[in-house]
């Protein structure tokens, strides 16, 4: 009797009621599926249809050994439990990854499949635990760890906090859970484990590589590589909340033009439409929105609008949307995911008549007007409780497939935007899962708050992003969160946000300033407040200076963006990247988290600290660096002390790099 066997060049593997499967997914890549009691399913969740490969595969009767490349799994059958247990190894025979021992008077399981009432089960996938290793990525979560060894974490969305689950491991593989189930995740020392509450069955891709790029490729290839970046990206971008009127946006942006300050993007925030849902401007505030748009493109400015998915219940749409079930719904008590200003639903982006519907709306009502790039907010989404055993979406109970919805959101869009004609898109989106980044879905960190150490754990969820797979990525410089534009201690932090956001991906200003601004219908009906002033010369003249000064660094890199952009295009390697993830050889840079590259060639050490005079820098081995500012240059393998005064922020060129890079 064997327990192995090949099928469409997969290994399948049965023992004790379970099958397990492993196939050639990609370049030095496998796709593992296990399932109890019944064959595996083929479900995309965020894996695309792989490139063809031929793997080799070697059978005996109680082992078996599959080769793709660089990676080969060998599988046996525990003499004792007669469950399969699998050992991941590189091309060279080194272990990668193995799966937890099954058997002993413990019973343990590799895999664990737990039935649960109703036909679904929760699964375990547990591996033995390395103590030199180290994992980084897995998405955007506001704790501020940066090598994730020794930490649990939800495998769940929420405001602010972004799951991506995939990982790269400083012993040279990268590992995606492929299950949109909701779950947890602990890389603990005794032990490494991957959980689904809610799920049909085992699913996870793992991937070796060379160097953290190369697996970075091999995920881009998986899971889809980002669009080209439009030329307007690669700017500053003007946003607060909110510009509540037509007049209102147009006078900001008049007075970017005014000044010469080139302005790419103005965002036109939430509650500019009558009731959430109604998917349109109210137009009482914006009477005339295609002369808007047109007014801002004559200036060289492009006009981004805020979509919401709550549909309120006083909604335009609500009772069309209820009818039709485009509607998440709720399992039991109200039909209400949300309550803020109206009591409202979200619409059901896993459903693709649903996704159709809204980018209908939103393609008369703001695309045709001249509308190119979207904000889409709320992308968890954000159900007022979180209670996610208590919601259903067309691709199954939230529980059991919750995580797809912000890549579902993004979707809708993208492919609404690309029939429409577009062919460079990007949506700034407040949550992402893998295979976002194919959608031109540029995560935002969410509504954080104004203060210093948010802004230090901003820096470290932007890292942990760029690994996990998703190349564009911003936050909300100077925090959403409050802050008083005239408040000084508050102006030093927004001027190093700014500095700091002139080197991220995007560059967007953004915040809810105070005092907020009273806002009402021309019937006395109050809305929606207005935060105070958010624009660079809100914060008083000596940082109007500095922060036109950054605007003007940010033009001349413009060139060199664009050419990060290109490369995440073409190979999914992040546009703000680790020190580990660039110089993965030079052992000081695993757990450097306040500094980092942008791109190969520009290192970055942002000030992260109030009234600070001067802060450490390590320059890595292997090449020389010339500080920007002072023109001196060093060698590799140093720590060195920069002065930060408040006008500048220390970042250097690396060996032949021009010393700023100036735009075509």
């Known amino acids: 009797m064997s327990y192995f066997s090949v099928l469409d060049d997969q290994l399948v593997c049965r023992s004790e009621g379970e099958v397990v499967v492993i196939a050639a997914w990609g370049p030095d890549s496998f796709r593992v599926r296990a399932?109890?009691?019944?064959?595996?399913?083929?479900?995309r969740w965020s894996l695309l249809e792989p490139a063809p490969t031929k793997p080799a595969i070697t059978l005996t009767d109680d082992s078996a050994v599959i080769r793709n490349g660089r990676i080969a799994a060998s599988v046996s059958i525990d003499p004792w439990s007669k469950l399969v247990w699998i050992t991941f190894t590189d091309d060279c025979g080194a272990v990668l990854l193995k799966e937890g021992p099954n058997g002993s008077a413990l019973h343990s399981q590799a895999r664990l499949h737990k039935p649960m009432a109703g036909g679904d089960q929760s699964v375990t996938a547990v591996f033995e635990a390395q103590p030199d290793e180290h994992f980084h990525g897995l998405g955007q979560y506001q704790d501020g760890v940066f090598d994730l060894k020794g930490s649990v974490f939800e495998l769940a969305h929420r405001n602010s906090q972004?799951?991506?689950?995939?990982?790269?491991?400083?012993?040279?593989?990268?590992?995606?859970?492929?299950n949109q189930a909701i779950g947890e995740v602990s890389f603990n020392h005794n032990r490494t484990q991957w959980r689904a509450w809610a799920t049909k069955q085992l699913d996870y891709w793992i991937t070796a590589g060379e160097s953290p790029t190369a697996i970075s490729e091999n995920y881009a290839r998986a899971t889809g590589f980002p669009p080209v970046m439009p030329e307007y990206g690669l700017g500053f971008w003007q946003c607060r909340l909110r510009y509540w009127n037509q007049e209102q946006l147009l006078d900001v942006a008049r007075e970017y033009h005014r000044r010469g300050i080139p302005l790419d993007v103005i965002v036109c925030d939430f509650f500019h439409w009558p009731h959430m849902g109604d998917f349109r401007f109210d137009p009482e505030f914006f009477p005339d929105p295609a002369a808007m748009t047109r007014e801002l493109k004559a200036m060289g400015t492009e006009l981004m609008v805020s979509v919401w998915p709550q549909v309120a219940l006083t909604s335009e749409n609500y009772e069309e949307m209820r009818q039709e079930g485009l509607l998440v719904r709720a399992d039991r008590g109200e039909q209400i995911g949300m309550r803020f200003q109206e009591d409202s639903m979200f619409f059901d982006a896993t459903n693709p008549r649903a996704r159709e519907y809204v980018w209908k709306k939103c393609q008369a009502n703001y695309h045709d007007l001249g509308v190119r790039l979207f904000w889409?907010?709320?992308?968890?989404?954000?159900?007022?409780?979180?209670?996610?055993?208590?919601?259903?979406?067309?691709?199954?109970?939230?529980l059991q497939a919750g995580n797809?919805?912000?890549?579902?959101?993004?979707?809708?869009?993208?492919?609404?935007?690309?029939?429409?004609?577009?062919?460079?898109?990007?949506?700034?989106?407040?949550?992402a899962w893998s295979g976002s980044q194919r959608y031109g879905a540029l995560v935002w960190s969410g509504d954080i708050h104004s203060d210093w150490e948010t802004l230090r754990r901003q820096v470290v969820a932007g890292l942990n992003m760029?690994?996990?797979?998703?190349?564009?990525?911003?936050?909300?410089?100077?925090?959403?969160g409050g802050g008083d534009p005239d408040d000084p201690d508050f102006r030093e932090l927004l001027i190093r946000w700014f500095q700091w956001g002139t080197f991220c991906p995007v560059m967007r200003l953004h915040g809810d300033r105070v005092p907020q601004q009273r806002v009402s219908r021309a019937d006395?009906?109050?809305?929606?407040?207005s935060g105070a002033g958010n624009e660079i010369w809100s914060f008083g003249?000596?940082?109007?200076?500095?922060?036109?000064?950054?605007?003007?660094?940010?033009?001349?890199?413009?060139?060199?963006t664009r050419s990060l952009m290109s490369t995440a295009h073409q190979s999914g390697t992040p546009v703000m990247r680790a020190m580990f993830y660039e110089f993965p050889s030079d052992p000081t840079c695993q757990d450097l988290h306040d500094q980092y590259m942008f791109g190969p060639d520009i290192l970055v050490a942002p000030v992260l600290n109030p009234g600070v005079a001067v802060r450490s820098v390590y320059l890595p081995l292997g090449s020389t660096w010339t500080d920007a500012h002072a023109g001196r240059s060093y060698d590799g393998g140093q720590w060195i002390t920069c002065p930060t005064p408040l006008e500048t922020i220390p970042y250097f060129t690396r060996g032949d790099a021009a010393p700023l890079p100036v735009a075509d």
């Open 35 to 43: 399932r109890l009691m019944g064959e595996v399913e083929d479900d």
């Open 541 to 560: 003249p000596q940082a109007e200076e500095i922060l036109t000064a950054h605007i003007d660094l940010r033009e001349r890199l413009r060139g060199y």
């Open 524 to 529: 006395g009906t109050r809305l929606m407040e």
């Open 404 to 431: 797809v919805y912000p890549a579902q959101f993004s979707r809708g869009f993208y492919e609404g935007m690309t029939a429409a004609g577009q062919s460079e898109i990007v949506n700034l989106v407040r949550c």
């Open 466 to 480: 760029g690994v996990a797979g998703i190349p564009w990525w911003t936050t909300d410089i100077g925090g959403f």
């Open 376 to 398: 889409l907010d709320e992308a968890e989404p954000e159900f007022g409780s979180y209670d996610f055993a208590n919601f259903r979406y067309a691709a199954g109970p939230v």
């Open 162 to 178: 972004a799951c991506v689950p995939f990982v790269i491991s400083s012993r040279g593989y990268g590992f995606l859970w492929h």
